[in-house]
């Protein structure tokens, strides 16, 4: 809703061999204002402190955001018990 008002996202979760979470929405016509939050950057790093891995960018006149998690990565959450 920020940065693409207006638009529709589609999330796609996909449980397996590991965890994948991927959510595109037609790339805006106009870019936003400067966000005052760590974007990208923050979730790259909330991905990678829970052992996954997290991509952004443009695809296809999209925006995607994917990421990906290893199966013995998604069976604990930090903080919380087994």
């Known amino acids: 809703m920020k940065h693409s008002p207006g638009t529709t996202a589609e999330v ?6 590991g965890v994948v979470l991927t959510v595109g929405n037609r790339l805006p016509g106009t870019t936003g204002g400067a966000g005052t939050g760590n974007g990208i ?3 790259r ?3 990678e402190l ?3 891995r997290l991509e952004a960018g ?3 006149g999209q925006w995607v955001v994917r990421a990906e998690f290893a199966p013995d990565e998604v069976t604990a959450v930090p903080g919380e018990a087994r």
């Open 12 to 17: 796609r979760l996909v449980i397996g061999d």
């Open 58 to 60: 443009p695809v296809g």
């Open 41 to 43: 950057a923050g979730m």
């Open 45 to 47: 790093q909330r991905a």
């Open 50 to 52: 829970l052992g996954g």
